[in-house]
């Protein structure tokens, strides 16, 4: 069925370094939006991409969604220990029924 | 602005019992997501309303669970009998403009022991 993959499921970085999560889907895309969910927190709305090879930027983080729709990318740069917790992309394509990817949880060593 | 509500935050109940989620959307939004995560399936949506109406609701697992949202401030998620497989978090979330933007609350932590 439907469904988006992310990849890595986990990273450990060191304080500073940059971090990338990726999703792909094998269909086209509508829309795509990415979450974070700190350790025993809930997800918070970050951003939705919705053109083809749209950029957009949050201070550190970049957002990307791929010229055929199919895939997407976040990238923080020189990451903090706020950043930990689980990032994931969301596909909102199939009408209102959003789905979820498995999530990437972010380790950040000081 | 209260963001979404959810009490309680913390069941622990035996299997068998009767379970009530409850939930409090952001005032104006008109569409309420329940969502269920655990580390095996992640987060599932299991229905949502559209103006008080449920639109969707496939994602429910079995005819135990049931949600109500009887008003555009007050939402429900009841699981009779509960089971142990039933433990998990569950988020309500609310949006203004459709799947987007979902707004969550700070979830319910259940234990069905």
């Known amino acids: 069925g439907q469904q988006v993959m992310q990849i890595p499921q986990y990273q450990h970085v060191q304080e500073g370094e940059d971090f990338t999560t990726y999703c792909n889907s094998s269909?086209?895309?509508?829309?795509i939006q990415w979450y974070k969910q700190r350790p025993g927190g809930h997800p918070v709305f970050l951003i939705q991409?919705?053109?083809?090879?749209e950029v957009k930027k949050q201070k550190r983080l970049t957002f990307q969604f791929g010229e055929a729709k199919k895939n997407s990318s976040l990238h923080i740069t020189a990451t903090q220990t706020t950043d930990v917790g689980t990032y994931f992309c969301?596909?909102?394509?199939?009408?209102?029924?959003?789905?979820f990817g498995a999530g990437t949880r972010l380790f950040v060593k000081a | 602005d209260a963001g979404v509500i959810q009490s309680p935050r913390h069941e622990v109940t035996e299997m068998g019992q009767e379970v009530t989620l409850r939930c409090k959307p952001i005032?104006?939004?008109?569409?309420l997501f329940w969502y269920r995560q655990t580390m095996m399936r992640g987060l599932e949506l299991l229905i949502y309303?559209?103006?008080?109406?449920?639109?969707?609701d496939s994602g429910m697992p079995e005819d135990r669970f049931s949600a109500k949202m009887p008003n555009a401030s007050f939402s429900t998620l009841k699981i009779q009998p509960s089971e142990p497989r039933d433990s998990a978090v569950y988020f309500c979330?609310?949006?203004?403009?459709?799947?987007?933007?979902?707004?969550f609350g700070p979830g319910t932590r259940l234990t069905v022991t």
């Open positions: 979330a609310s949006s203004r403009t459709g799947p987007h933007e979902q707004y």
């Open positions: 269909t086209t895309l509508s829309n």
């Open positions: 991409l919705v053109k083809s090879g």
């Open positions: 969301a596909d909102g394509t199939g009408g209102f029924k959003t789905i």
């Open positions: 005032s104006g939004h008109d569409y």
């Open positions: 309303f559209n103006n008080n109406v449920p639109i969707d």
